[in-house]
C-alpha cells in the first residue's frame, strides 16, 4: 500500500475506533473482507497449512493468523503485538449527577490519562451496551454517539489566579463533563442509551439494558498537520497506530509463512484481565493451534515477537528529558527500545532480527534509552515474552503527547514501519546461531 493511502486508510481508522470494542470491530469486518477465516474460542478448530484465521475475545482483544507452509514446531511464528485501549474517561455505573442546575456525568479515569488537555473539548461517547432484546435474548450491541454531547469548561483564569503555575486536578471533583441543563424531572440515562440504539436498528427500541461499557472521546476528526504535513494528530495514536500498521502488514504478506498479529485490551492499566496481555488468549490460541505440547515448545522456541506501541520523541521544547544520543526524531523511522532492567524485552538478538528485517525493507531505525536518571514504561513485550517464553522486541513510532487527548505522530513513521513489519513477517529463518 502506497503512503497516500495507508495514511488515508489509518486516520480513517481512528475516526471510527472511539473505543476497543470498535477497534476490533474495524479489525474483524478488515480481516473478513480479506478472506480470513472466524473462529469462535467456543467451538472446534482445524487449522490446515496456508490458511487465514482471527478470533476475538471479549469483542476488545483479537488475534489473527497466517498458518503457513510448513508445521508451525518446524518454523516459529512471526508474532507482532499492540493493545487496543488508550487512556479515557469511563461512565461510572450511577453516572446522573445534578449541581446547581447543570446534568453530569461522573467518570472514572482509565489508565494514565494526561487530564489537562481534556477541558474544553467537545466530547461524545462511544462503547458497548449489554441488554435483553424483545425476544428474552441477551447480546451486546457497540455504540457511538458520535455528536457532541458534552464538554469539561475550564475554570476562568479570573476565578483562579494561580492556573498558569500550579493548577492541579481533582479527579473526583473536577472532571465530570457537563450535557446540558437539569429539567424538572430526573435525567434519564437509560432514554439517553434506548434512542441511540433505536436509532441504530428500529428493533432495539425497547430492549432490557442491562449494563454497559462507556467512555467519552474528543470529537475533533483525526487531521494532518504541519507547513508540509509532516505530522498527524489524532487520539488514540497510542497504541490504535500500531494496531492498525499491524494488521494491515499482515493482510498484505505474500509470504507462505507463519504470521500472526494479536492486539489485546487493557494494556494501560496493567494487562490483567479475560482480554489483557496477562491473560491466556495468546497461549490458548497457540496450544490450540499447535495441536501437543511438544509442537508447542518448538513453535515457541523458534518464534519471535515484535511487540508495537509508541516511543517517545525529543520534543523540542523539553529536549532535556531525553539522553543526548537517544532522542528519537519524528518521521526518522520506527524506533527500537531498549531497558536494562527489562521494561522493554529487547536483547541483542531479537533486535538483530528486526533490524535484519528493517534493512531488507530500506527501513531506517532509530534507538531509545531513557534517561539514566529518570523511570521507564514499559509495554506488553516483557510480560509476554515471561510468560510464553518467546523472544521479544520492543519497537514503535516516536510520538508526542502521548495519552493527551490528542497525540502526535510523523506522517512517514507509520508507513515506514509497516514496511518494516511487512518485511519481518516474510522472514524466511528466525534463527540466530549460538554456542558455535
Ligand atoms: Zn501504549
Not at 494487562?271 to 491473560?279: E, H, K, M, P, W
Not at 509508541?310 to 537517544?326: T, V, W
Not at 514504561?377 to 490528542?406: K, Q, W, Y
Amino acid at each position: 500500500m502506497s503512503k497516500p493511502q495507508f495514511n488515508a486508510a489509518l486516520l480513517n481508522f481512528l475516526q471510527r475506533a472511539p473505543t476497543p470494542f470498535h477497534a476490533v470491530a474495524l479489525m474483524r469486518q478488515r480481516l473478513l473482507a480479506a478472506g480470513f477465516v472466524e473462529l469462535d474460542e467456543g467451538e472446534a478448530w482445524r487449522i490446515v497449512p496456508r490458511g487465514r484465521y482471527f478470533v476475538t475475545r471479549n469483542q476488545s482483544s483479537l488475534v489473527a493468523f497466517r498458518s503457513g507452509q510448513r508445521a508451525l514446531g518446524e518454523e516459529g511464528l512471526r508474532m507482532v503485538g499492540a493493545h487496543t485501549d488508550s487512556p479515557c474517561l469511563k461512565l461510572k455505573p450511577n453516572a446522573v449527577n445534578e449541581t446547581v442546575g447543570y446534568v453530569k456525568f461522573g467518570v472514572e479515569v482509565y489508565g494514565g490519562v494526561l487530564l489537562n488537555p481534556w477541558f474544553d473539548r467537545d466530547l461524545s461517547l462511544a462503547g458497548r451496551i449489554t441488554l435483553r432484546d424483545k425476544r428474552g435474548a441477551l447480546r451486546s450491541v457497540l455504540v457511538d454517539f458520535e455528536r457532541a454531547l458534552a464538554i469539561i469548561p475550564s475554570l476562568a483564569i479570573h476565578l483562579d489566579r494561580e492556573a498558569n503555575d500550579s493548577r492541579s486536578i481533582n479527579k473526583q471533583t473536577m472532571l465530570p463533563p457537563v450535557l446540558g441543563l437539569a429539567g424538572a424531572k430526573p435525567f434519564d440515562l437509560e432514554a439517553l442509551l434506548q434512542g441511540e440504539l433505536k436509532k441504530q436498528d428500529a428493533s432495539l427500541a425497547r430492549a432490557d439494558i442491562l449494563d454497559f461499557e462507556l467512555c467519552f472521546y474528543g470529537t475533533q476528526p483525526p487531521a494532518m498537520v504541519g507547513v508540509a504535513q509532516e505530522f498527524i494528530a489524532a487520539a488514540r495514536l497510542d497504541n490504535l497506530l500500531s494496531c492498525f500498521t499491524g494488521l494491515e502488514a499482515l493482510i498484505d504478506s505474500k509470504a507462505n509463512t507463519a504470521q500472526l498479529m494479536i492486539a489485546s485490551d487493557h494494556e494501560e492499566v496493567g494487562s490483567t484481565s479475560v482480554a489483557g496481555a496477562r491473560g491466556n488468549f495468546l497461549k490458548s490460541v497457540l496450544e490450540r493451534w499447535a495441536g501437543n505440547d511438544e509442537v508447542y515448545a518448538r513453535a515457541i522456541a523458534r518464534s519471535l515477537l515484535v511487540s508495537t506501541d509508541n516511543a517517545h520523541g525529543i520534543h523540542p521544547n523539553f529536549s532535556d528529558k531525553h539522553d543526548n544520543r537517544h532522542g528519537p526524531l519524528l518521521n526518522r523511522g520506527p524506533v527500537v527500545k531498549v531497558n536494562s532492567n527489562q521494561s522493554y524485552a529487547t536483547n541483542s538478538e531479537s533486535a538483530a532480527l528486526f533490524r535484519h528485517a528493517a534493512e531488507l525493507a530500506k527501513v531506517e531505525l532509530q534507538s531509545f534509552v531513557i534517561r539514566t536518571d529518570m523511570g521507564c514504561g514499559s509495554t506488553i513485550g516483557p510480560l509476554t515474552a515471561a510468560a510464553l517464553g518467546v523472544r521479544t522486541v520492543d519497537v514503535g513510532v516516536p510520538t508526542f503527547a502521548m495519552h493527551s487527548i490528542r497525540e502526535l505522530a510523523g506522517a512517514d513513521d507509520a508507513h515506514a514501519l509497516y514496511r518494516a513489519l511487512l518485511a519481518f513477517y516474510g522472514l524466511k529463518s528466525l534463527e540466530v546461531a549460538s554456542w558455535s
